[in-house]
C-alpha cells in the first residue's frame, strides 16, 4: 500500500525558514519521480518543486532560489526545504508521486507565513 506522510509544517514568521519532510512506502522509493505541490484557499493546487529519480531538479519561477527540494534514498523520505519565506507561501504543502496510471497524494501539511 503506498503511502505518503508529510511533516513539518508550522507558522513562521516573513523571511523565515522551514524544512517539511514526506515519508514514502509501499513501492521503490528511489525509482521514481517526486513532487512538492501546494495549495492556498479559494487558488489551485500548484506545482512547487520536482526532482528525478536521476536527482534532476526543476522548480518554477515563484519559489526558484528559495526552494530546494531533494531526497534520501536510504531513508525512502523527500524533503523541501523554504527559505527567505513570503505571506504569499501561506498554503497546505503536499508531497505527490505517479506509479505507472496511478496519481498519489499525502494528506498535506499546514505552513502559514505571518507575523
Known amino acids: 500500500q503506498v503511502q505518503l506522510v508529510e511533516s513539518g509544517g508550522g507558522l513562521v514568521q516573513p523571511g523565515g525558514s522551514l524544512r517539511l519532510a514526506c515519508a514514502a512506502s509501499g513501492f521503490t522509493f528511489s525509482t521514481y519521480a517526486m513532487r512538492w505541490y501546494r495549495q492556498a484557499p479559494g487558488k489551485e493546487r500548484e506545482l512547487v518543486a520536482y526532482?528525478?529519480?536521476?536527482?534532476?531538479?526543476n522548480y518554477p519561477d515563484s519559489v526558484k532560489g528559495r526552494f530546494a527540494i531533494s531526497r534520501d534514498n536510504a531513508k525512502n523520505t523527500l524533503y523541501l526545504k523554504m527559505n527567505s519565506l513570503k505571506p504569499d507561501d501561506t498554503a497546505v504543502y503536499y508531497c505527490n508521486t505517479w506509479l505507472g496510471p496511478e496519481n498519489y497524494w499525502g494528506q498535506g501539511t499546514q505552513v502559514t507565513v505571518s507575523s
Open positions: 526532482i528525478g529519480s536521476s536527482g534532476r531538479t
